[in-house]
């Protein structure tokens, strides 16, 4: 009964919304630009929507303090598809799309920053005519920081980098005609 009135409102707001069954008696209405509602019925029976994170936005979703922010507002079941609609698009998708704009900017970075310290990371292990053992890049500083690992001549030098990535490549170069040889 919950999905068929969410379908109804699904089609009710402006874009390409669907709605589907979650476990626990939830419903949800996505879009696929990330749009994420889920809704419960409360004990007392009126519908609860939450605007969440859409899957890989989690860790990237603002804060408010330690806590992620949150996007809640209730509706009587009782309005029509067209008035749940009405009250979605007025009262939480607003500032739940803020929140998402901001979310996927910054997963958008983390994405570019990764790529960036994995291409850097490669340049360097050219340079070293030698390989990244260590893959997993982890950016733990200001994104003009490369954080990884690298291993020269089976162990015989150990670099763990958080440097800007052009030091890191000076460093590289610096360290190249003093590898051991294959």
């Known amino acids: 009964m919950l999905h068929d009135l969410m379908a109804r ?9 669907a709605a589907s069954v979650l476990p626990n008696d939830a419903v949800s209405l996505h879009t696929p630009d990330h ?15 939450h605007g969440i994170p859409a899957s890989g936005l989690g ?12 996007h809640r507002i209730t509706v009587s079941p009782a309005k029509s598809p067209a008035r749940i609609a009405s009250e979605l698009s007025h ?3 607003p500032a739940y799309r803020i929140t998402l704009a901001v979310a996927l900017a910054a997963h958008k970075a983390a994405r570019h920053e990764r790529a960036d310290a994995t ?19 982890r950016l733990t500083g200001p994104s003009s920081h490369l954080t990884g690992t690298i291993t020269i001549a089976a162990g015989e030098a150990t670099f763990h980098l958080r440097l800007p990535t052009h030091h890191a490549t ?3 170069q610096a360290v190249r005609p003093f590898r051991a040889p294959r």
Do not use: C, M, Y
Request: glycine share 4%; proline share 7%.
């Open 9 to 17: 409102v699904a089609d009710e707001l402006d874009g390409p919304w």
């Open 119 to 137: 291409r850097a990371l490669a340049a360097i292990s050219r340079l070293l005519d030698t390989t990244v053992e260590d893959r997993t890049v």
């Open 170 to 172: 000076t460093l590289a």
């Open 59 to 70: 860790s990237h979703w603002p804060r408010d303090g330690k806590n992620p922010l949150r």
């Open 91 to 93: 009262r939480l998708l």
């Open 35 to 49: 749009d994420l509602l889920v809704v419960r019925q409360d004990p007392d029976g009126r519908l609860v929507f």
